[in-house]
């Protein structure tokens, strides 16, 4: 079994949803960032982490592509143009979108984690959304028809892109109509993704 170290309000969420997609069992270990059970296993203190084999694997994409490989589903194989392409997408999701709502949560959320109040710059947020705004644009115009990103299959991406939209959401970013409206509303909808929820739900009740 699987262990995750994380919470439901973090990038973990990830790698619960991925975990539930690919129908394996795992334990989720609720703790934050800087907690003493992360930084245990992750001197920077950041979730999540994944225990296997009694290893400790860092980053929520690294999880999610490790999976994926492992288990050999919600991928493209190593060295393929599709992979290529599937990568391109995880890649964009984590420069375009994550790398935008993480500059401006540190920026306006007050936590411990994040900015100390002196170096905030609460007015970023301005430029976060119009940098947010315009990778939707670019999401729909990549996006086109498809079901998912890389066609009629899911992958990582989808799982990254629509996480990034639910923490868009839950930070007041506006998020697009349309097709790529209809494109998060899919993957939310996704049986695994509410197993997921309720999981990390039923955890942190105790």
Known sequence: MYQVIGTARSRAMRVFWMLEELEQDYEILEAGPRSEAIQKVNPSGKVPALIVEGKAIFDSVAIMQFLADRHGALTFPCGSIERAEQDSFVHFANDELDAVLWVATKHTFKHTFYYPEALRVPDIRA????????AMVNLEARLGDNEFVM?????VPDLLLSHCAGWALGAKFALPGGKVGDYFKRLRARPAMKRALAKASETAAG
């Open 151 to 155: 066609g009629d299959q899911i992958t």
């Open 127 to 134: 430029s976060a959304e119009w940098d947010f705004a315009r």
